[in-house]
């Protein structure tokens, strides 16, 4: 079977930086991706990492350690239209996704 | 608009109904998904087309539904005799086969509502 762990919640303060945590069991792993979903919105894609290390793309940065089967999405500077849930997932024909970490940035 | 296009964006229907939804995918697309998402949860996955070929059912794909892909261009999902637990977001995505890290590009849903 495959499965995809992440937190459930995590909320934030506008401005800080908060780490999105994923752990994986699969079988033929080939990388790990992000999306991004506004509530009644689509799923977006942010990042995905084929190989371990980090990804940057501007305040989101994604880490993949394979030896660990762990990922994290790290968020900077966090802004109000941060708040969303993010989902890691991982590709296997279709992409597989995880339950979910609903992001809360207050003020 | 060059995204992917669902519709009808929401659907109320009754209990023993069929409704159908349609996608057209981003045109350049080969693979074309269908993931249905209710509050609180991940997209699951349904099923999968490359082209025309429907490569990949889940077994939550019932036989009340049923997905086609004519000609390989959009598809349309139908849910026959809806039953109350079918009320969902079901999404349809599209990317390239084999493209890098595999990015899948979601349309933004047709919502199910059975009464």
């Known amino acids: 079977g495959q499965s995809l762990e992440q937190p459930s919640e995590v909320t934030a303060v506008e401005g800080a930086i908060v780490q999105i945590n994923c752990t994986y069991q699969t079988s033929g792993f080939y990388g790990l991706s992000w999306y991004q979903q506004h509530d009644g919105g689509a799923p977006t894609f942010l990042s995905y990492n084929g190989l371990d290390g980090l990804e940057e793309t501007g305040r989101f940065s994604s880490f993949l350690s394979r030896s660990d089967s762990y990922g994290y999405l790290l968020l900077q500077e966090l802004q109000m239209k941060d708040s969303a849930s993010y989902f890691c997932a991982v590709p296997r024909g279709d992409l597989f996704f995880g339950t979910g970490t609903r992001l809360t940035v207050i003020p | ?115």
Request: charged fraction near 20%; hydrophobic fraction near 30%.
């Open chain 2, 1 to 115: 608009d060059t995204g992917v296009s669902q519709n009808p964006r929401h659907k109320i229907t009754k209990r023993g109904q069929n409704v159908t939804f349609r996608c057209d995918p981003i045109s350049e697309h080969n693979r074309l998904y269908w993931y249905r998402q209710t509050l609180g949860q991940g997209p699951e996955f349904l099923t999968y087309f490359q082209n025309e070929a429907q490569l990949e059912k889940s077994r939550l794909l019932s036989d009340r539904f049923s997905a086609e892909r004519p000609k390989g261009s959009f598809s349309t999902l139908e849910i026959q005799r809806t039953e109350q637990g079918d009320s969902a977001m079901y999404l349809c995505a599209s990317s390239l086969a084999g493209g890098g890290g595999n990015t899948i590009y979601f349309g933004e849903g047709s919502w199910l509502t059975v009464v």
